[in-house]
């Protein structure tokens, strides 16, 4: 076991003030600001008319205030979640007594991220069920998370908020044909749901006959849901204690409540800094944490650059960025450390300090219980809250997610038309190796002849302040995982850019609303490859492999109606290869483009 379970934390409760995570700000050059801007959210009333929900803090307009006072649900749940514990104990100790040994969570986004955040965690808990959590259409992860489970023995959750997303109804539809070829008519006792009252997974499940449906909470959006339903099912059910989890958030809410001055919230002065130093210059987040809590940067991504990042305004979060030297890094970051106590490494304690040192702003979270999570996904949903009032956006809506979803859905439709997806003319064939991109960034290759030359030209459009995001239509091996890490670490080194990595589709229900509605200092370079193995979708004229190609071309599709910095590298079905190809392809233009 990794961490914390439900063994003994209730009997061995320290006391309010050991258990709380402690924040400290080194924030030098924006000192004076900080506390002018929490002076003035004060004098504004700010703390209680958050807890009053009213939706003026964020937006003027009438049809986005009738939509925001419809997602402040966050700011309660973790008390209403504390009565019905004993409801989610008696779930779990059902799920043991079945005897299933693993758990396929089967989301997307916000019904996702949480999740895997407690399997990253706290791993496999004695007597527990292992937790797995699929959120990838690329047919070899889809056959890589089947092949790892004993489907008999498998419960399988299928989570989604609105009930309509695509990739949790294709996940379920795979995978409850799969579960009759075991079951037959009893294939629904594998299975429970996690949806809003009333949608059409709702239905399905019941239909189907699911084990169990849980509700979500219709005025709590996706990606502020990690203490509703969508986020405790999946841990209790795995054997994290929820109930101390919970209790945590709670001494989190309060210490954040509306009585709170903003001086002394330590959600809205998180909030505050972040959103000062963005109006700095300094809109980089970049995240360092402890690995017993690595994976937390991949929530926080999510949460921070769906909400803030539209009206060509946005903080750009930056997660498992490879850590490199103080001189790498820009004038545009702020840092934040979460430090586990029991599992710091003193390696990133050097870092930061010379950070520090150098005059970086620094946020450091010290958390002294894994549990303490509870605590983060609170005052982190208050910090976003607040900087999104700061930035004078709609901190709870996502309008260029469903522009992808779109692009997406009009190939597909093209391939039941066609039986095959639109035909593309490659910019530049080298080998195994196909380069795409539209007629408006083509212009922006002109005069190269090569491969390297294309890159290269391509990355000589860096500017100081931008951000280079690959976004990776792959499978995540470690291998392929490390391979993009080290083409990330090149161009981070090489022009001090920050640096974002997203795995399609995942990303696009998280970074995805940034790329295309936040600033336009992104310079995207997309991945994609040919698939082996391509499992068919049942009831669906497309496997996944032409899911997938759909998802991607609708992502290029968006970005480019958007005028982003965008081109599409296309490799064989030797990944491996291919990326070590494109790791030498970029080494090599980097060595062209000039340094800013």
Not at 60 to 73: C, F, K, S, T, Y
Request: proline share 5%.
């Amino acid at each position: 076991m990794r961490g914390e379970g439900r063994m003994s934390e209730n009997s061995q409760e320290r006391s309010r003030a050991q258990d709380m995570n402690h924040q400290t700000f080194s924030v030098r050059s924006c000192d004076e600001a900080v506390r002018a801007t929490l002076d003035d959210l004060q004098a504004k009333d700010f703390v209680r008319r958050l807890w009053a929900q009213d939706p003026a803090l964020w937006h003027e307009d009438p049809a986005h205030q009738a939509l925001i006072r419809n997602a402040l649900g966050w700011l309660t749940v973790s008390e209403h979640q504390l009565r019905y514990v004993s409801q989610l104990q008696v779930f779990a100790d059902e799920i043991k007594t079945a005897g299933f040994t693993h758990i396929l969570l089967l989301g997307m986004g916000g019904s996702s991220l949480c999740p895997e955040v407690f399997r990253m965690t706290f791993g496999v808990v004695p007597g527990y069920p292992e937790l797995h959590v699929l959120d990838s259409t690329v047919p070899s992860q889809v056959r890589s998370f089947e092949e790892r489970v004993d489907l008999e023995r498998t419960l399988c959750i299928v989570a989604s908020k609105s009930g309509s997303t695509t990739e949790p109804l294709v996940f379920q539809k795979y995978f409850f044909e799969r579960m009759q070829r075991i079951r037959g008519d009893r294939a629904g006792e594998n299975f429970i749901a996690i949806t809003d009252p009333g949608s059409l997974l709702e239905r399905l499940a019941r239909e189907l006959r699911f084990r169990e449906i849980f509700p979500g909470m219709p005025d709590i959006g996706g990606r502020y849901s990690a203490l509703s339903n969508f986020g405790v099912v999946p841990a209790v059910a795995m054997g994290v204690d929820v109930e101390a989890l919970l209790q945590r958030a709670e001494r989190m809410r309060q210490q954040c409540g509306a009585s709170v001055p903003a001086p002394d919230n330590p959600g809205v002065t998180l909030g505050v800094v972040l959103g000062t130093l963005a109006r700095a210059g300094r809109d980089k987040v970049t995240f360092i944490t402890s690995p017993a809590v690595s994976d937390l940067g991949a929530w926080l991504e999510q949460l921070i650059a769906e909400s803030t990042g539209k009206e060509n305004k946005g903080l750009i979060p930056v997660d498992d960025e490879p850590l490199g030297e103080a001189s790498v890094y820009d004038n545009d970051r702020v840092f934040v450390y979460i430090r586990y106590a029991d599992g710091a490494v003193p390696e990133q304690d050097t870092i930061v300090d010379a950070l520090k040192s150098e005059g970086h702003p620094v946020v450091r979270i010290d958390c002294p219980s894994l549990l303490n999570l509870g605590q983060e996904f609170f005052r982190w949903e208050v910090a976003t809250a607040t900087a999104g009032s700061l930035l004078g956006i709609n901190a709870f809506d996502q309008p260029n997610v469903q522009e992808s979803k779109d692009f997406t859905r009009f190939y597909l439709e093209e391939f039941k038309k066609n039986g095959r997806l639109p035909e593309e003319s490659s910019v530049f064939t080298d080998g195994d190796v196909r380069l795409f991109t539209d007629d408006a960034n083509h212009q922006a290759l002109k005069g190269t002849s090569s491969l390297v030359q294309a890159m290269a030209a391509h990355l000589s459009r860096v500017r100081t302040g931008d951000y280079v995001a690959i976004n990776a239509y792959l499978e995540r091996t470690p291998a392929v995982h490390e391979a993009l890490q080290r083409i990330r670490a090149l161009i981070r080194d090489k022009r001090r850019v920050a640096t974002t990595l997203g795995y399609g589709p995942r990303f696009l229900h998280s970074t995805g609303q940034l790329h295309k509605g936040g600033p336009n200092s992104g310079v995207f370079l997309q991945i994609t490859a040919d698939h082996g193995k391509d499992p068919d979708i049942p009831d669906e004229p497309y496997s996944f492999g032409t899911l997938v190609a759909a998802q991607a071309l609708g992502d290029m599709k968006s970005l480019c109606t958007r005028n982003r910095r965008v081109i599409r590298v296309h490799l064989s079905r030797n990944v491996e290869a291919g990326l070590s190809r494109l790791q030498k392809t970029v080494e090599d233009a980097l060595s062209f483009a000039p340094p800013l």
